[in-house]
């Protein structure tokens, strides 16, 4: 079975500070993806990246940041100098082999001006 | 282009009442996926339609809850005999690709269900 665990419930950041959202995930499958979601107050999911297991190489976009590291099966997720706009809900999420897309239970981040 | 819309936005229904929520997909995406999320908590997935095939039930959680789609676009979500414990916000999502579990979704805005 999956899973997905985003230990860290809510975050809390003055404005600029960079912060890392954790995600650690679980899976037999050896060919999967990695998903980040943001989901700000307004409600609507908004995708931010999709990774297959083969990719390690980081990514950046932005002021946003992907690590993933699969011998700590974590994909974690880095906002450089967050603003307040970054306020959200965001949702880890694994999809692989014949098991539905799992999702985390999302950190919430505030960023505070 | 347009994407996933959901409507309506908001239901408040009373206990033991009928609804029906509706999703229309973005345009040419053979792939619609309903989930429920509860206050404060991750997503729960109901249902997946991919094409013509026969949906994926495996999540939805009583046989109250049942969800067709027509012509292989919009898609409505029912739930009978409405429960408190129903209440959530069902939100939508579709993608392009046949896989189902690998595919990037998008989603919609969402309907908040208030069972009172």
């Known amino acids: 079975a999956q899973k997905v665990t985003q230990a860290q419930t809510e975050i809390s950041v003055v404005e600029k500070e960079d912060v890392t959202l954790d995600c650690v995930y679980e899976t037999r499958d050896t060919t999967y993806y990695l998903f980040w979601y943001k989901q700000p107050p307004s409600g609507e999911l908004v995708f931010l990246i999709r990774?297959?297991?083969?990719?390690?190489q980081n990514e950046i976009s932005g002021r946003y940041s992907w690590n993933f590291q699969k011998s700590t099966s974590s994909f974690n997720f880095t906002i450089t100098a967050s603003q307040v706009v970054d306020s959200a809900v965001y949702f880890c999420a694994l999809g692989g082999g014949y098991q539905k897309v799992t999702f985390g239970i999302g950190t919430k981040l505030q960023v505070i001006p | 282009g347009a994407g996933v819309s959901q409507s309506p936005s908001n239901k408040v229904t009373e206990k033991g009442k009928d609804v029906e929520l509706r999703c229309d997909p973005i345009?040419?995406?053979?792939?619609l996926y309903w989930y429920r999320q509860s206050l404060g908590q991750g997503l729960e997935f109901l249902i997946y339609f991919q094409g013509n095939s026969a949906p994926d039930k495996s999540g939805l959680p009583s046989d109250r809850f049942s969800a067709e789609r027509t012509g292989g676009s919009v898609s409505t979500l029912t739930i009978q005999r409405t429960q408190q414990e129903d209440s959530a916000v069902y939100l939508c999502?579709?993608?392009?690709?046949?896989?189902?579990?690998?595919?990037?979704?998008?989603f919609g805005p969402g309907t908040r269900l208030t069972v009172l």
């Open positions: 990774r297959n297991s083969f990719d390690e």
């Open positions: 345009s040419g995406h053979t792939a």
């Open positions: 999502a579709s993608s392009s690709g046949t896989s189902g579990t690998t595919d990037t979704q998008y």
